[in-house]
């Protein structure tokens, strides 16, 4: 692989369910995905198993050709500090962090640090679209960068937002762009997303 799209799934339906699927609206955030990445030249597609990414990879794939392949490298994680690294995130930081179920944390980021050597080290050949989760994105990216434990928490990832990496010369990890949405302006307002 030399070039990678991480791109987080479409917004899923509002539910009480724990795996929702797509809204009408993430629907149209894919088609509109879609065509903007039908020049990608895209060879691997590959989601997390949550049922949105799973959908978002499915309508994604039906438009580029290509047949979607189910990773564990892409599941749903958030980053949790152990407890001799909490001083490593602010006490704004935290009040998110104590709301994560003890089920859904990945103590330091470790399994998605793994994921993330993982799959870059994968004999997938050229451009692989990696449909996960906002998290996983920013841990990903906070891990090419080497950047500070709570980097994850400050990059803002759209629904179908492009986060674009390729290898560099000295075969390390380049960020092109985060959270690329050209393709969410395309539709002159039903996908625009909402501002901060």
């Known amino acids: 692989m030399d070039r990678l799209l991480l791109i987080r ?23 509109r995905l879609g065509e903007l990445l039908a020049t990608s030249q895209a060879n691997t597609l590959l989601h997390g198993p949550r049922r949105r990414a799973r959908e978002t ?41 104590r709301s994560v179920p003890p089920e859904e944390r990945d103590i330091n ?3 998605m640090a793994e994921a993330w050597r993982a799959l870059t080290v994968s004999e997938q050949p050229g451009t692989v679209i990696a449909v996960t989760h906002a ?17 994850w928490m400050k990059l803002h990832i759209g629904n179908t937002g492009i986060t674009e990496l390729h290898r560099g010369r000295y075969d390390d990890w380049v960020v092109d762009g985060v959270n690329g949405i050209p393709h969410l302006r395309l539709s002159g307002g039903t996908c625009t997303p909402p501002s901060d």
């Open 135 to 151: 998290f996983v994105v920013g841990s990903f990216v906070g891990t090419a960068l080497g950047a500070a434990p709570d980097a």
């Open 57 to 97: 990879a499915e309508l994604l794939g039906r438009k580029l050709g290509l047949p979607p392949t189910l990773s564990d490298l892409l599941e749903d994680r958030t980053p949790y500090p152990s407890d001799d690294r909490a001083d490593d995130y602010s006490p704004r930081q935290w009040d998110y962090l």
């Open 9 to 31: 799934h479409a917004e899923a339906a509002p539910s009480d369910e724990s795996d929702p699927g797509l809204s009408p609206m993430g629907r149209e955030q894919v088609e």
């Open 109 to 111: 980021g470790v399994m």
